[in-house]
């Protein structure tokens, strides 16, 4: 389980860890095979550059890994 807060990265660079600042949920009605409706949930990953400034990317939940220093 992902929370604010946790350190975490994208799968395909493991190497740039980020910080969780954002959880955001996305309900749809779109009716699945199975007869249930999906919720796409996206993380938002802040990074801190060399220069101070910072950068904030979001990404689907599936592709978030957390990182344990």
Known sequence: MLKKGF???HF???NRV???VEITTIKNNQ???GGTTG???YITLEY???DG???RV???SGDIMRVYE
Do not use: C, D, F
Request: charged letters at 20%.
């Open 7 to 9: 350190k975490a990265a």
């Open 12 to 14: 395909m660079s493991i």
């Open 18 to 20: 980020g910080t969780i």
């Open 31 to 33: 009716m699945t095979i």
């Open 39 to 41: 919720a796409r949930v």
């Open 48 to 50: 801190k550059k060399n």
């Open 53 to 55: 400034t910072l950068e």
């Open 58 to 60: 979001q990404y689907t």
